[in-house]
Each structure stands twice: as C-alpha cells, then as structure tokens.
T-cell receptor
Framework: QKEVEQNSGPLSVPEGAIASLNCTYS??????FFWYRQYSGKSPELIMS????GDKEDGRFTAQLNKASQYVSLLIRDSQPSDSATYLC????????????FGRGTSLIVHP | GAGVSQSPSNKVTEKGKDVELRCDPI?????LYWYRQSLGQGLEFLIY????????KSGLPSDRFSAERTGGSVSTLTIQRTQQEDSAVYLC??????????????????FGAGTRLSVL
C-alpha cells in the first residue's frame, strides 16, 4: 500500500515569511512528485513537479526532493494571504497504471 | 473545451436513489480519472480510463459504484442506492500522458471543479 503522509496543519505563518510544507512517502521506488494547491471549495491546481533529487525553483516556490530520506517539501517565500490554501502532495510510483497517490493535504494560513 | 467540465456542480439526493455525475475532459486528453474527496480528507482514487484500455477500477469502494467513458471522451460516474457515507465532492481529472514509461511518470492532471454530492 503506497502511502503519502502530510501534516494536516493548519500551518500559520505571517505575511512575508517562508512557509515550509513537508511530505513523506512510503515507496522507495517512487519516481515523480507533485504539489497541488487547492483553495477552499475549488479544484486542485498544479504548482510544482519535481523528478530529481535537489531543489527546483519557480518564482516564490521551491520544491525540494530527497529520495534517500523519502521526503519532498515545498517552500513558499514571501508568503502572501493569497497563498492561504490546502497544499496536496502527490506521488507517482512506476508500474501499474501510474496513478498518482495523494496525501491528505496541509492547510496553510498566511495572516497579515 | 478550455478545461475539465463537471456537472452538476451540486447534487442533493435521498438515500437509496441513484445518481449520475458527468465529466467532460479537456479535448484530446486520453486519460480520465475520478476521485472522491470527503471533508478534510485527501483525494481518494476511484477509477481511471486511458485510451481504449480496460479501465482501472481498483479504487471503487463497492459494486454500487460504476463508471463508463463513451467514445474516449465524456465519462459518467454512477452511484446506485446512495448512502449517506457517499456524501463528498467527486472530482474528475484528465491528462495526456503519452505512452512511454517516462511520460507516464510525469503525468500532470487537470481537475474539474467537482460535483458536491449530498445524500440525505
């Protein structure tokens, strides 16, 4: 059973701070990792994808992958109130149908 | 269309009734997924269609749930004899992963707005 674990939060950070969201996964051979943002009552939308160890930066967002420790994180620099949402981690493991496994999500609150 | 379209956006039904939820994927996308999201929970995979291949039904929670995809495009999720525990948001997603293993592993999904099902 593939498992993807996230702290449900809420994680509360002040505006302008760095928000750090973490995700661990159980299957060592997992290959692809995704962060989706979901505003309340809305559908998930992709923010970042990462496939190799290390950091991947896109604007204020940085995804970090450590396959040896089986975790992936998302850093949000200069957090804004508009970043307040639930962040879902998704993992694809090779074989079978390549269906992403989602974590339960971490609720982020950025307060002014 | 421009995005994944789901209908209805909200559905209220009585326990024991059957419901049909519709998903119209992004034009050209070969893969279509149904997920269920209960309050405060993550996305629970239900069923996956890819091209003309047999669907992956491994996530369907009971035989009351079924889905079909006609002509490789529109999909309908049917829940028979609904129960209160079926109340959730049902999300559809589509993607165009290609067939190569490397492409499948980089499969980015595009989600619809969902159907909120309430079973009274």
């Amino acid at each position: 059973q593939k498992e993807v674990e996230q702290n449900s939060g809420p994680l509360s950070v002040p505006e302008g701070a760095i928000a750090s969201l973490n995700c661990t996964y159980s299957d060592r051979v997992s290959q692809s990792f995704f962060w989706y943002r979901q505003y309340s009552g809305k559908s998930p939308e992709l923010i970042m994808s990462i496939y190799s160890n290390g950091d991947k930066e896109d604007g204020r967002f940085t995804a970090q992958l450590n396959k040896a420790s089986q975790y992936v994180s998302l850093l949000i620099r200069d957090s804004q109130p508009s970043d307040s949402a639930t962040y879902l981690c998704a993992v694809i493991t090779p074989g079978g149908s390549y269906i992403p496994t989602f974590g339960r999500g971490t609720s982020l609150i950025v307060h002014p | 269309g421009a995005g994944v379209s789901q209908s209805p956006s909200n559905k209220v039904t009585e326990k024991g009734k059957d419901v049909e939820l519709r998903c119209d994927p992004i034009s050209g996308h070969t893969a279509l997924y149904w997920y269920r999201q209960s309050l405060g929970q993550g996305l629970e995979f239900l069923i996956y269609f890819q091209g003309n291949s047999a669907p992956d039904k491994s996530g369907l929670p009971s035989d009351r749930f079924s889905a079909e995809r006609t002509g490789g495009s529109v999909s309908t999720l049917t829940i028979q004899r609904t129960q209160q525990e079926d109340s959730a948001v049902y999300l559809c997603a589509s993607s165009n992963p290609g067939l190569a293993e490397g492409a499948l592993a980089k499969n980015i999904q595009y989600f619809g707005a969902g159907t909120r099902l309430s079973v009274l």
